[in-house]
């Protein structure tokens, strides 16, 4: 299995940044891609962005395209959400969660959230 932990949430300011780090072990060979989802209070929880782990390739939702980026330091084994012109309505929990090579599921792996609150 593949175990992931976040870190780095924390409250700013709007127009501020922050980054995130989802730190993987276990079974790293069998990821495909690692994604950032996040879940504001009373909503669904919504994706953000994922990179391939192998290619480094990404892919971005259109509500964070050109401000977050999404990188991975493969050495360290650790993903990195940096967020940029922060907004109160990117105020929600963020998960990292990982999709494994054959298993057919979108994603099998999922870390406890980090926090992020952006005040106005």
């Known amino acids: 299995q593949v175990q992931l932990v976040e870190s780095g949430g924390g409250l700013v300011q709007a127009g501020g940044s922050l980054r995130l780090s989802c730190a993987v072990s276990g079974r790293t060979f069998s990821i495909y891609r690692v994604a950032w989802f996040r879940q504001a209070p009373g909503k669904e929880r919504e994706f953000a962005t994922y990179?391939?782990?192998?290619?480094?390739?990404?892919y971005y939702a259109d509500s964070v395209k050109g401000r977050f980026t999404i990188s991975r330091d493969n050495a360290k084994n650790t993903v990195y959400l940096e967020m940029n012109s922060l907004k109160p309505e990117d105020t929600a929990v963020y998960y990292c969660?990982?999709?494994?090579?054959?298993?057919?599921?979108?994603?099998?792996?999922w870390g406890q959230g980090t926090q992020v609150t952006v005040s106005s």
């Open positions: 969660a990982a999709s494994l090579l054959g298993t057919g599921r979108a994603y099998d792996c």
């Open positions: 990179i391939m782990w192998s290619s480094g390739g990404t």
